[in-house]
């Protein structure tokens, strides 16, 4: 039962720490554009050929 002082206490701090870091990601927007990171992920990179993609010179 003596553990219990030492439980409840990191039990808290750990989801203090959890609600502190959530909080802090919607301050710094994480959560601003969802549509359109689930959108470019369908996107198709255009057709670049094999020698173009190894010889990052031919790119520029």
């Known amino acids: ?12 701090g750990l989801g203090l720490l959890g609600l502190a870091t959530f909080l802090w990601s919607l301050k ?3 959560y601003e554009d969802m549509d359109g990171a689930a959108a ?3 996107l198709d990179e ?3 050929p094999a020698s173009a993609k190894s010889d990052g ?3 520029r």
């Open 28 to 30: 710094a927007g994480q």
């Open 57 to 59: 010179a031919s790119l």
């Open 40 to 42: 470019r992920i369908l």
């Open 1 to 12: 039962m003596s553990v219990l002082i030492y439980l409840i206490p990191a039990s808290l």
């Open 46 to 48: 255009e057709d670049v």
